[in-house]
């Protein structure tokens, strides 16, 4: 018999031991079981997802899950993840994980298999399981911290007054949410703003209630600390009066903030609106009590990794995002 057993994730039992497995496997970006349960509940049930937990000494210690990449969809391309607690790598526990979750895609006939993994010294192993398997690294991202504390946001009061000079309107997304027609309105503004951002990969336009469970619903999404750019001006029949965004989540278990979408609409760049956003955002959080700031950026995206920069951000790992063809198409 062997040391462990694989099976099904059974909701909401297992919960608490796999928040506490995925913790331990990355303690840079805690869970609770709440927010597990909050993404199982608000995922698209149109899409296909299988989330197996190994077993071993009476306990769960590992996890694995795939399902279609929802971010750029295809009905053959899917996105997955196998998280082992420390105290039981070296078992086979991940590979037997692995080859559990490949044997369902292949089933469905799938064809590409990507995942997300750091470069950061204990991610070396996992890297190696992956490369070993045939995966290969084909986009990376760079993450930036910022503390408020570090930061000098009165050095902003010109940015923040010229932008205001221009005519634009800086407000809260918490005076916004509630209204369907502003919350339309920036659905289509981000949807819009994602056409030029350089991610390597085409991005799918999720339904807008789907689009608004996972965004405007997410638990650690902070509206308070979330800016939209106003021309009171300028009348769309999509965005309306809306020509930048920038969100900031929280997460209460790791204690820090997380910068989402932040962009601008074209014919509105160049004025110091994105920046102004992101200062808004940074002299909110740091009324609130202050604290660490991350954001992801990828290297094409030159503007807005410069314009971090400015602001303080400090580059420190760099996220990949690993892809095996099984159909062995570009091997």
């Known amino acids: 018999m062997p040391e462990f057993q694989l099976r099904d994730l059974k909701r909401p039992d297992d919960y608490p031991a796999l928040a506490e497995v995925r913790n331990a496997s990355d303690p840079a970006y805690p869970v609770t ?30 996890f694995g899950a795939v399902g279609h990449d929802a971010f750029s969809f295809e009905p053959w391309r899917y996105w997955g993840t196998i998280h082992v607690h420390p105290d039981f790598r070296g078992r086979g526990i991940g590979g037997a994980l692995y080859d559990e979750l490949t044997r369902r895609l292949r089933e469905r006939d799938a064809r590409e298999i990507r995942t997300g993994i750091t470069d950061r010294p204990q991610d070396a192993a996992g890297r190696a399981f992956l490369e070993s398997r045939g995966f290969r ?62 991610l390597g990969t085409p991005v799918t336009k999720r339904p807008y209630e789907q689009w608004r469970r996972e965004e405007l619903e997410d638990p650690t999404l902070r509206p308070d600390l979330s800016f939209v ?46 920046k102004a956003l992101k200062v808004e955002a940074m002299r909110a959080l740091a009324a609130a009590g202050g604290g660490e700031i991350r954001t992801f950026n990828d290297p094409p995206n030159t503007a807005m990794i410069g314009m971090n920069r400015a602001l303080g951000f400090e580059r420190t790992t760099t996220r990949y995002r690993y892809e095996l063809r099984l159909d062995g198409a570009g091997s």
């Open 229 to 274: 750019a106003i021309d009171p001006h300028r009348e769309d029949d999509r965005t309306g009066l809306f020509v930048g965004y920038s969100t900031l989540s929280f997460n209460e278990a790791g204690g820090f903030a997380m910068i989402g979408m932040t962009g601008v609409l074209r014919a509105y760049r160049g004025r110091g609106i994105a």
């Open 137 to 198: 690294p084909a986009w990376e991202r760079y993450e930036s911290r910022l503390h408020t504390d570090a930061a000098n946001l009165g050095t902003f009061d010109a940015l923040l007054a010229s932008v205001r000079a221009a005519g634009i309107e800086l407000r809260s997304l918490a005076d916004l949410l509630g209204d369907d027609s502003h919350e339309r309105r920036l659905y289509e503004l981000e949807w819009t703003l994602f056409q030029d951002v350089p």
């Open 33 to 62: 079981p709440e927010l597990l349960a909050h993404e199982d509940a608000h995922a698209d049930p149109a899409l296909y997802r299988a989330q197996v937990v190994a077993e071993a000494d009476g306990r769960v210690v590992a």
